[in-house]
């Protein structure tokens, strides 16, 4: 008995025809290549504290107030991190989920893209 229900395993992933089999082979192939970046992306989030500022003055702002940095913001630069550690300005990806925060002493958890030189907010705290 065991040894039908293989075959009719065998017989219903294979289909009879070796195009058909390698079709879903190479689809399942496909799909995992596409969604593995996606999975070590999600795996590289971490935590860090550091300043939202604004790309023309960068690290100068850090600490400074969030007058100076909404300011500018609002002439029309965009917002940046500065992390405490190293004082490194990084570029935001979606900077939406930083205006409530022009300015100010943060702790965020992120992606970064060391690449590009910048970060995707996952989530974020005034410290």
């Not at 040894?3 to 089999?21: K, M, N, Q, T």
């Not at 070590?40 to 100068?60: E, F, L, N, R, Y």
């Not at 850090?62 to 007058?67: D, L, N, R, T, V």
């Not at 030189?117 to 005034?126: E, G, L, N, P």
Request: proline share 4%; hydrophobic share 45%; aromatic share 8%.
């Amino acid at each position: 008995m065991p040894v039908v229900e293989f075959r009719s395993i065998i017989g219903a992933i294979y289909s009879h025809s070796p195009e058909v089999f390698m079709k879903r082979v190479f689809s399942f192939a496909a799909a995992a290549l596409v969604l593995s970046p996606l999975a070590v992306m999600a795996a590289d989030s971490t935590q860090i504290t550091g300043w939202i500022s604004d790309s023309m003055c960068g690290a100068k702002h850090a600490g400074s107030g969030a007058a100076c940095v909404k300011k500018c913001i609002e002439g029309g630069m965009k917002p940046v991190f500065v992390d405490d550690a190293k004082k490194q300005v990084w570029s935001i990806d979606n900077p939406d989920a930083v205006k409530s925060f022009y300015g100010d002493h943060v702790t965020v958890k992120a992606t970064a893209d060391a690449s590009a030189k910048s970060v995707h907010i996952d989530t974020i705290a005034a410290k």
